[in-house]
């Protein structure tokens, strides 16, 4: 086993960096940590997206911390209760998957993960599924597990009681996440649960069901939803989670992208910059003291740097400032290539072109962009969609859409 480290300063920063509330009580929970014995701990992520996103991020970083003070974590990958789907702060019901789809979302899980965590060495953090117990369940467990649960305790949820407000559905299968989410904390014995502060009451259910089945306490660590300083947040929801198989430019861009009231939360919760400093940033914004952009860079560089390395996070902010600051191009292109002995309308013209190469949704959606003023080849703007593709002409040239989208066109 490793040292557990119980330095207090180390101990407090772990648990109110980022930290909502500890649950059932804080000082009591330090108070374990400070013992020296190692607890075991875990966060779940439902594999519904082929990738982790930033706001996944966070729950992992919080498991690094507790990693390196030498306790047991475990990265549990949700492939039985994806098959339910979280109700958790939803008006909907979530589409279903197939195990085979949730499988192949979380393939890349882990490598992401090792960002923040450690799967080697004396203290690998461990990977599990939850499908190993919940899939041996039978219709006699789930009503024996089931008895431990009220119908009042599920429908006194704020997205329930909206759904029930609107008239919208709310099914059964629903219910029953809470239940397999708690049953995960039983079936590991686990001594901690963190996660984002909307999935408390998942989370809290599985603090009674260990106390009742195992007899023993399970804490609970609620941890800040990334959003900005109106309580926006960010995620998959929301259509605006930035993911983290995505390429440094991307993401270095994504970042850049954000609203100004991003930036001190986004550093607080994802990066280890001092809170004293972070805090400063706060107020300079406030007073007005900075340029928002050069800390949404610094920022950017963090994070990428998290993900991609040093020379990775480097290589992009420079494409960044090239290609924006500068107004230049990126050295980095993606060709789109134009088979001219096969050709059909699909590239026989700039629209068709765009829709081919991702640049555009729709033929009205190329159009409207050129419309706009948005397409340009080699800088310069286009301003009819019937332009053809001549080899002669256009092999080679450079066509952008929009602030940041490049192809170069290449002509067989």
């Known amino acids: 086993m490793s040292k557990i480290i119980t330095d207090e300063k180390l101990v407090e920063r772990v648990l109110t960096r980022g930290v909502e509330q500890v649950l059932d009580e804080k000082e009591k929970f330090k108070k374990l940590l400070m013992s020296e014995k190692q607890i075991k701990l875990y966060c ?3 594999p519904t997206a082929p990738s982790l996103h930033i706001g996944n991020a966070i729950s992992i970083k919080k498991l690094g911390e507790f990693q390196k003070l030498g306790h047991k974590v475990i990265f549990l990958i949700g492939d039985f209760t994806a098959l339910i ?3 958790t702060d939803k008006s909907a019901t979530r589409p279903k998957l197939t195990r085979e789809e949730i499988l192949k979302n979380c393939e890349g899980y882990k490598k992401q993960a090792s960002a923040f965590l450690d799967f080697e ?3 690998p953090a461990e990977v599990r599924y939850n499908s190993e117990w919940s899939d041996k369940m039978n219709f006699r467990d789930l009503i024996k597990l089931s008895s431990n649960f009220t119908v009042q305790q599920m429908i006194q949820r704020d997205m329930f009681k909206k759904r029930m407000d609107e008239e919208r559905p709310i099914y059964l299968h629903e ?3 809470p239940l397999a989410q708690a049953y995960d904390s039983v079936a590991m014995d686990v001594d901690l649960e963190i996660g984002g502060n909307d999935q408390m009451f998942n989370m809290m259910r599985g603090r009674d069901l260990q106390r009742t089945i195992n007899n023993r306490e399970k804490f609970v660590i609620t941890l800040k939803i990334l959003a900005d300083d109106t309580g926006k947040k960010m995620g998959k929801s929301e259509g605006n989670a930035v993911f983290l198989d ?14 100004d009231g991003f930036i001190a939360n986004t550093f607080e919760l994802i ?11 706060r107020e300079q914004m406030k007073n007005e003291e900075v340029n928002p952009r050069d800390l949404k860079m610094r920022l950017a560089l963090e994070i990428t ?10 290589k992009a902010q420079e494409d960044f400032v090239n290609t924006f600051s500068k107004k230049g191009i990126p050295e980095k292109i993606e060709e789109c290539i134009v088979s001219w002995e096969d050709a059909t309308d699909s590239y026989q013209n700039v629209i068709n072109y765009m829709v081919s190469a991702g640049l555009a949704k729709s033929k009205s959606d190329a159009k409207r962009k050129i419309e706009q003023g948005g397409v340009s080849i080699d800088g310069e703007k286009i301003s009819v969609g019937v332009l053809i593709l001549s080899k002669e002409l256009y092999d080679g040239k450079i066509l952008k859409v929009g602030k940041k989208d490049f192809r170069k066109i290449v002509i067989n």
């Open 271 to 281: 990066t280890d910059v001092p809170l004293a400093e972070i805090e400063r940033m």
């Open 85 to 87: 789907g979280d109700p």
């Open 44 to 46: 779940g992520f439902d």
């Open 246 to 259: 995505q390429t440094p430019e991307n993401i270095y861009g994504a970042v850049m992208s954000w609203p």
């Open 121 to 123: 060495g004396e203290n």
């Open 175 to 177: 219910f029953l996440y």
């Open 305 to 314: 740097r998290i993900f991609h390395g040093e020379g990775g996070a480097q």
